[in-house]
């Protein structure tokens, strides 16, 4: 039997890890704690399809931060769990409402219509976030046969714009969707950020609020793939474990996914690479500020920051730093920062800015 510390590779590195960029916290590898805890799940026999040590002790792990009733479901990645989420909290004739900029309905690839044959009723926002009053536009028509029905209201924490909800925005919108008859899920692909900048832990704005499920997000936070579907309240779904693995996300060998959501939960490491990200943004945000040509769009919260610029501007940036156009039409950029995003990318990255608007 091979001894996994003695096995030599012939994998060859095959891009410059000096290269950094403002992308995505998607382009950030994982981080060396979480391949660490990989590590010490590999080895001998674990049952299948999360009937393992890793995934026992993670649901442990989730009371502490979500409450005694929460379940996790760790799925692939946060479009599966999303989707699969909401599958199992709406009928086939169920509708979803959602902001217009929501990752659900933008970036998603038409998954929620397409795989879980749901409507998505979408409100227009200045800032990525839902209200009571903004719901209200799409929440009725529950008896109109002619009309897909509003069961939930999907929220993201934080928002596809950057933007926090503070834990009593959060409230009353549980409070107002579940006086209508609806629940609502939470898109956690970023909450460690969210509880970072709000300086809470995340139950303080999730059970703690009324939030029935939640997608607990983990790959843009140091995690080499994973997230995590949570159940919070049991009775607000139906047969999670079925519509998961009918949605194509279950994972064969589920502790590799657990154990790294164990590494993120166990020792706040979660909350330390967000509150580093988060930071970072705040750097190059307060950079920004200075230099004339360069408009902030959003409050800056989390990790992100949204800008205006001119065009040809942008361009010749994006061949030093890597970052994407938000609304090319308008020269509406977003730039990302990561859990191993340094004083120095931010640094260099804001001197290139000005190199770029003074030619």
């Known amino acids: 039997m091979a001894d996994a510390r003695a096995v030599k590779t012939d994998a060859v590195r095959h891009h410059d890890p000096a290269v950094r960029g403002f992308a995505s916290d998607n382009y950030a590898g994982a981080h060396p704690e979480v391949l660490a805890a990989l590590a010490l799940a590999n080895g001998g026999h674990q049952i299948a399809y999360g009937e393992d040590q890793y995934t026992d002790h993670l649901q442990r792990l989730m009371h502490s931060h979500f409450g005694a009733t929460a379940e996790a479901f760790p799925v692939f990645n946060g479009t599966g769990a999303n989707v699969t989420a909401l599958q199992a909290l709406t009928d086939r004739w169920g509708a979803v409402i959602c902001a217009e900029t929501a990752h659900i309905n933008v970036d998603e690839g038409g ?3 397409r795989m879980a044959g749901l409507k998505l009723l979408t409100v227009p926002t200045p800032d990525g976030k839902l209200t009571p009053e903004l719901i209200d536009r799409q929440a009725f028509g529950w008896d109109d046969e002619h009309r897909a029905m509003p069961q939930v209201v999907s929220i993201t924490q934080n928002t596809e714009l950057g933007t926090v909800y503070t834990p009593d925005e959060i409230r009353a919108i549980c409070e107002h969707s579940h006086e209508r008859g609806m629940k609502v899920h939470l898109d956690g692909a970023r909450i460690s950020n969210a509880a970072a900048s709000l300086d809470v832990p995340m139950r303080t704005f999730t059970n703690a609020v009324g939030v029935d499920v939640l997608s607990f997000g983990g790959t843009k936070n140091g995690m ?3 997230e995590a579907i949570v159940v919070i309240d049991p009775d ?15 994972p064969s060998k589920m502790r590799f ?6 590494a993120l939960l166990t020792r706040d490491l979660w909350l330390r690479s967000a509150r580093h990200a988060n930071t970072m943004a705040q750097r190059l945000a307060e950079g920004v500020r200075g230099i004339d040509g360069v408009e902030i769009l959003h409050p800056v919260q989390a990790n992100a920051v949204f800008a205006r610029l001119p065009h040809d501007v942008s361009e010749r940036l994006q061949k030093r730093y890597r970052f ?4 090319e039409a308008a020269g509406d950029v977003r730039w990302m920062c990561s859990f ?4 120095e990318d931010v640094d260099g990255f804001l001197q290139a800015l000005k190199e770029e608007l003074a030619r």
């Open 111 to 113: 998954a929620p219509e």
């Open 224 to 226: 080499l793939f994973g």
């Open 236 to 250: 607000a779904v139906r047969q999670m474990k079925h519509v998961r693995k009918m949605s194509m996300q279950l």
């Open 257 to 262: 996914v657990s154990v790294q959501l164990e």
């Open 324 to 327: 994407y156009f938000w609304d």
């Open 340 to 343: 191993d995003t340094t004083e």
